[in-house]
């Protein structure tokens, strides 16, 4: 068992910053890759951001350049910066502990919610 507590999410104008942070407790040893997922109303949850145990990231192409993933790993804390937001960004954020050679290993945190006004 993982878990997740995520805080960081608020209320921003447009071209600001937020970040969101993300804990990890229980068995963390099995994890090896966190990720930031959102889910705007409507919409499907996608794939924000992901850093792996070895430190390789990837991010959905409309933030690259904007949002930053990184770790800390003795305080087994991931964190998202997000920098120069849009309207479009305004989603429930969730961050997500997953084992990827493990089938089904994975664990998601509560959400955040995030809101971008023009």
């Known amino acids: 068992q993982v878990q997740l507590v995520e805080s960081g999410g608020g209320l921003v104008q447009a071209g600001g910053s937020l970040r969101l942070s993300c804990a990890a407790s229980?068995?963390?040893?099995?994890?090896?890759?966190m990720g930031w997922y959102r889910q705007a109303p409507g919409k499907q949850r996608e794939l924000v951001a992901r850093?792996?145990?070895?430190?390789?990231?990837n991010y959905l192409d409309s933030v690259k350049g904007r949002f930053t993933i990184s770790r800390d790993n003795a305080k087994n804390t991931v964190y998202l910066q997000m920098n120069s937001l849009k309207p479009e960004d305004t989603a429930v954020y969730y961050c997500?502990?997953?084992?990827?050679?493990?089938?089904?290993?994975?664990?998601w945190g509560q959400g955040t919610q995030v809101t971008v006004s023009s």
């Open positions: 229980g068995s963390i040893f099995k994890i090896n890759a």
């Open positions: 997500n502990a997953a084992n990827t050679v493990i089938t089904n290993w994975d664990y």
């Open positions: 850093i792996t145990s070895g430190g390789s990231t």
